[in-house]
């Protein structure tokens, strides 16, 4: 039951049984449409079994290879794929298998009974991120849909550039996560530096649940590890054969063990009365005096709440550990329910789009990922889209990810996530509810990034040019991070399909690559990418303050808007906790005394929308960006519409922005490469030559290279990847490279 949201295209192709079998069940959907009020009960019973989660890592932390091993523990596929060998489930493009590594987001569905409980099974949505930062739309629109996640750290390595940003994503959306420290058949694993990493790094509040047993051992493997909460004991032997066993008393003596589930103890005792009772009583023994479900049940009271992050252990590409990060899951991880997101009910329909993809030769054309929050979409329905008026009917079938095509479900009901066929006119982001249900509110979007580099696009001849606007319009449907301008630097309309230059806006070289590569394969389109070219903000130099009065006569009657604004610049440090959104500018709609204003809510909405219009384009026409915004005060005449308050806010904050002074800033790029100790002076030198700043320099434990970091502007770093290649020949690693803010541009 797993398939990958692009692969879809190609499985509908193949996909005559599929649609057979849908036509087969048609009276089951009859019946079952007549029966939906019996349901309701069932649905509600059903959704505490259920998991929808994500896993989240730095590029090659084992997230693909993971999600094979889950898939077949489950008896989902009877052999593991590899990612070296491109036959993974979730990895099927051909570019993600020449590169191993993810593109696009790919979600799997599957049952799971519990290895301790088996008569207690889970239905497992989960979904297989990319770690590259050019496809972080792809983490940010799963985020948004998920309920919890696993955050996967090599135990070679620890935290990396992209695990911190991935975990400020899911900061963002609430999402309690459990901490899988993954790769420990590396002879250089190291289970407490991993922990001592993510303590300094992201969070020191975490609850270690499994113990590699010699973990710092450096002249063998891990050769097994103990569940502190079930005092389990996993021995992986010679063949690589992990067996599992109670412990016994000589286990309870390894000083490893022993200070783990003490540890463990003591942090829920501070939460738990129960526990707290138990270690004050004069018959305390920490392996004797409590059973496993009391502490399984306070390691998830304290996950859900967002206090702490339960640490587990595996090797994926082993296979150890995989049924207990399994059980992790169910047992940690919150179901639909009581997710911190949004809570379901089995009312009116809810559902959020968050995924669409088209393909020409597809024989539905266009495909919607949804997620079911509350009610259920059924065969025939006729869907509204929230605050957007557009209408789709459902067709006759409805889909849930399984094997290598698209399993027909009767139903998508609460807590589930299901794919909508034939689509139309939804868009990703948007709200659907029953047609006629004016009381759904539209849900909240995920954060989509601005491009940070830009190429031309040329097709082969003139009359290439409708069909390459059109796909391209079809690509930028589906990818919201991708942007199509004209050489005027405007957004391309819908209607405007015979523009000469056409220029294409993504998040990095590779994305653009990825277009490009796309355009040949399903639109048959050989198209040209021109020279990258960076995206430039700019910011204002000093703060400023300004008082505005507009007055409008609008049919006899006169209208005026009165406001004071004052900007500063925002601290770099500030930028990064923003929303990528409102582009790291932070608006503050409060009085100077920091009461809130006496306004409406239309009123504010105005103000809103005229902040919003007059940072798109700032005194150098670039996007504004690292600046805070303050409305000191603002006073309107009674009557006054909101289109004159908008446009005189609007107004008020050009001429703000024109007093504090311009200056240019430019995108600055954090890189970690993997050097040999030899050419580490050699590599310091090209970084400073590329106007690089040194942040710290670790030794790569058993690989006798170092791991340097350094910040550099992206104009610098272009095609970086295959200058570092060429220049050390093949030697030095480039780890990673993520945008990590906007900075002054460098001379």
């Given at each position: 039951?797993?398939c990958c949201?692009?692969?879809?295209?190609?499985?509908?192709?193949?996909?005559?049984?599929v649609m057979?079998?849908?036509?087969?069940?048609s009276s089951?959907f009859?019946l079952?449409?007549s029966?939906?009020?019996?349901l309701?009960?069932c649905?509600l019973e059903?959704i505490?079994?259920?998991r929808n989660?994500g896993i989240?890592?730095?590029?090659?932390?084992?997230?693909t290879?993971?999600?094979?091993?889950m898939?077949?523990?489950?008896g989902v596929?009877?052999?593991?794929?590899?990612v070296?060998?491109?036959n993974?489930?979730?990895?099927?493009?051909?570019?993600?298998?020449?590169?191993?590594?993810t593109?696009n987001s790919a979600?799997?569905t599957f049952?799971?009974?519990?290895s301790?409980?088996?008569?207690?099974e889970?239905?497992?949505?989960?979904?297989?991120?990319?770690g590259?930062?050019d496809?972080?739309?792809?983490?940010?629109?799963?985020?948004?849909?998920?309920d919890?996640v696993l955050?996967?750290?090599?135990?070679?390595?620890?935290i990396q550039?992209q695990?911190?940003?991935v975990?400020?994503?899911a900061d963002?959306y609430?999402l309690?996560?459990?901490?899988?420290?993954n790769?420990l058949?590396k002879?250089?694993?190291?289970?407490?530096?991993c922990?001592a990493?993510?303590?300094?790094?992201?969070?020191d509040r975490?609850?270690v649940c499994h113990?590699?047993?010699?973990a710092d051992?450096?002249?063998?493997t891990?050769?097994?590890?103990?569940d502190?909460?079930?005092?389990t004991?996993?021995?992986?032997?010679?063949s690589?054969?992990?067996?599992s066993?109670?412990?016994?008393?000589?286990?309870?003596?390894?000083?490893d063990v022993?200070?783990?589930?003490e540890?463990l103890?003591?942090?829920?005792?501070d939460?738990?009365?129960t526990?707290a009772d138990c270690i004050?009583?004069?018959?305390y023994?920490?392996?004797?005096?409590l059973?496993?479900?009391?502490?399984?049940?306070a390691?998830?009271k304290?996950?859900?709440?967002l206090?702490?992050c339960?640490?587990?252990?595996t090797?994926?590409?082993?296979?150890w550990?995989?049924?207990?990060c399994?059980?992790?899951?169910?047992?940690?991880?919150?179901?639909?329910?009581?997710s911190?997101?949004?809570?379901?009910?089995?009312?009116s329909l809810t559902?959020?789009v968050?995924?669409i993809f088209?393909?020409?030769n597809?024989?539905?054309?266009?495909l919607?990922?949804?997620?079911?929050?509350?009610g259920s979409i059924q065969p025939?329905d006729?869907?509204?889209v929230v605050?957007?008026?557009?209408?789709?009917?459902?067709?006759?079938?409805?889909?849930e990810?399984?094997?290598?095509?698209l399993?027909?479900?009767?139903?998508?009901?609460p807590?589930k996530?299901?794919?909508l066929?034939?689509?139309k006119?939804?868009?990703?982001?948007d709200?659907?509810?029953?047609?006629?249900?004016?009381n759904?509110?539209?849900l909240?979007?995920?954060a989509v990034p601005?491009?940070?580099v830009?190429?031309?696009?040329?097709?082969e001849?003139a009359k290439?040019?409708p069909?390459?606007?059109?796909?391209?319009?079809?690509l930028c449907?589906?990818?919201?991070?991708?942007h199509?301008?004209?050489?005027?630097?405007?957004e391309?309309?819908e209607?405007?399909?015979?523009?000469?230059?056409?220029?294409?806006?993504?998040?990095?070289n590779l994305?653009?690559?990825v277009?490009?590569?796309r355009?040949l394969?399903?639109y048959?389109l050989d198209v040209?990418?021109?020279?990258l070219n960076?995206?430039h903000k700019?910011?204002i130099k000093?703060?400023s303050?300004?008082?505005?009065a507009s007055?409008v006569?609008?049919?006899?009657k006169?209208?005026?808007v009165?406001?004071?604004l004052?900007v500063y610049p925002l601290p770099?440090?500030?930028?990064s906790?923003?929303?990528?959104?409102?582009?790291?500018?932070?608006?503050?709609l409060r009085?100077?005394?920091?009461t809130?204003?006496?306004?409406?809510?239309?009123?504010?909405?105005?103000?809103?929308?005229g902040?919003?219009?007059?940072?798109?384009?700032?005194n150098?026409g670039l996007?504004?960006c690292?600046?805070?915004l303050?409305?000191?005060?603002v006073?309107?005449?009674e009557?006054c519409?909101?289109?004159?308050v908008?446009?005189s806010i609007a107004?008020?904050v050009r001429?703000v922005?024109?007093?504090a002074?311009?200056?240019?800033l430019e995108?600055y790029m954090?890189?970690?490469?993997?050097?040999?100790?030899?050419?580490i002076?050699?590599?310091i030198?090209d970084?400073t030559r590329?106007q690089?700043?040194i942040?710290?320099?670790?030794?790569?434990?058993g690989?006798?290279?170092?791991?340097?970091?350094f910040?550099?502007?992206l104009?610098r770093?272009?095609?970086?990847s295959?200058?570092v290649?060429l220049?050390?020949?093949?030697?030095?690693?480039?780890?990673?490279?993520?945008?990590?803010?906007?900075?002054y541009?460098?001379?």
């Amino acid at each position: 039951m797993a398939c990958c949201f692009m692969c879809v295209g190609r499985l509908l192709l193949q996909s005559k049984n599929v649609m057979a079998i849908t036509r087969n069940t048609s009276s089951i959907f009859t019946l079952f449409n007549s029966k939906r009020s019996s349901l309701r009960s069932c649905h509600l019973e059903a959704i505490d079994r259920i998991r929808n989660i994500g896993i989240l890592a730095h590029v090659d932390g084992g997230k693909t290879t993971l999600t094979e091993q889950m898939l077949f523990s489950a008896g989902v596929i009877g052999s593991c794929g590899n990612v070296d060998k491109g036959n993974t489930v979730t990895d099927f493009l051909e570019m993600e298998r020449a590169r191993g590594i993810t593109i696009n987001s790919a979600a799997v569905t599957f049952n799971w009974k519990h290895s301790s409980k088996p008569e207690e099974e889970y239905l497992i949505n989960l979904i297989d991120t990319p770690g590259h930062v050019d496809f972080n739309i792809e983490v940010e629109r799963a985020l948004r849909v998920l309920d919890g996640v696993l955050v996967l750290l090599d135990a070679s390595a620890g935290i990396q550039a992209q695990t911190s940003a991935v975990w400020r994503q899911a900061d963002r959306y609430r999402l309690p996560r459990v901490v899988v420290i993954n790769k420990l058949d590396k002879p250089n694993a190291n289970f407490k530096r991993c922990i001592a990493s993510l303590k300094h790094k992201l969070t020191d509040r975490l609850l270690v649940c499994h113990v590699p047993l010699t973990a710092d051992n450096r002249e063998r493997t891990v050769p097994g590890f103990v569940d502190v909460v079930s005092l389990t004991k996993y021995s992986i032997n010679e063949s690589n054969i992990l067996s599992s066993s109670l412990c016994t008393e000589s286990d309870f003596l390894v000083k490893d063990v022993v200070e783990a589930r003490e540890n463990l103890l003591t942090t829920l005792a501070d939460f738990d009365d129960t526990i707290a009772d138990c270690i004050l009583s004069e018959t305390y023994d920490p392996f004797k005096s409590l059973n496993d479900e009391v502490i399984s049940r306070a390691v998830r009271k304290l996950c859900l709440d967002l206090n702490f992050c339960p640490v587990v252990c595996t090797s994926a590409l082993k296979g150890w550990g995989i049924q207990t990060c399994l059980d992790a899951v169910c047992d940690f991880l919150p179901s639909p329910r009581n997710s911190n997101v949004l809570h379901v009910s089995d009312e009116s329909l809810t559902a959020f789009v968050f995924k669409i993809f088209s393909n020409p030769n597809m024989m539905q054309k266009s495909l919607a990922y949804v997620r079911v929050y509350s009610g259920s979409i059924q065969p025939g329905d006729t869907l509204t889209v929230v605050g957007g008026g557009a209408e789709e009917t459902v067709q006759k079938r409805l889909f849930e990810t399984a094997g290598d095509s698209l399993k027909p479900v009767r139903e998508i009901g609460p807590g589930k996530l299901g794919v909508l066929v034939g689509v139309k006119h939804v868009k990703n982001g948007d709200t659907l509810c029953r047609k006629g249900d004016k009381n759904v509110q539209k849900l909240s979007e995920f954060a989509v990034p601005k491009p940070v580099v830009y190429c031309q696009v040329e097709a082969e001849n003139a009359k290439q040019l409708p069909k390459l606007a059109e796909a391209l319009r079809s690509l930028c449907r589906e990818d919201p991070s991708l942007h199509i301008l004209d050489s005027n630097g405007m957004e391309v309309s819908e209607k405007d399909s015979t523009s000469l230059d056409l220029v294409l806006g993504g998040m990095g070289n590779l994305h653009l690559e990825v277009v490009k590569h796309r355009l040949l394969q399903e639109y048959d389109l050989d198209v040209r990418l021109g020279d990258l070219n960076v995206q430039h903000k700019e910011s204002i130099k000093a703060p400023s303050t300004l008082t505005e009065a507009s007055q409008v006569v609008l049919q006899g009657k006169q209208h005026s808007v009165t406001s004071s604004l004052s900007v500063y610049p925002l601290p770099q440090e500030d930028a990064s906790r923003f929303d990528p959104r409102f582009e790291n500018v932070d608006v503050v709609l409060r009085g100077g005394s920091g009461t809130k204003l006496n306004l409406s809510e239309s009123y504010y909405n105005a103000i809103r929308s005229g902040v919003r219009d007059s940072l798109k384009y700032g005194n150098l026409g670039l996007p504004v960006c690292n600046v805070k915004l303050v409305l000191n005060s603002v006073s309107i005449s009674e009557g006054c519409s909101t289109a004159i308050v908008q446009s005189s806010i609007a107004s008020a904050v050009r001429k703000v922005l024109k007093q504090a002074g311009s200056q240019l800033l430019e995108p600055y790029m954090e890189v970690d490469l993997l050097v040999p100790f030899d050419l580490i002076s050699d590599v310091i030198d090209d970084v400073t030559r590329r106007q690089g700043q040194i942040g710290d320099v670790t030794e790569a434990e058993g690989q006798g290279s170092s791991r340097l970091h350094f910040t550099a502007p992206l104009n610098r770093l272009l095609d970086y990847s295959t200058e570092v290649r060429l220049i050390f020949s093949g030697k030095v690693t480039l780890e990673s490279m993520l945008l990590t803010s906007y900075s002054y541009k460098s001379e």
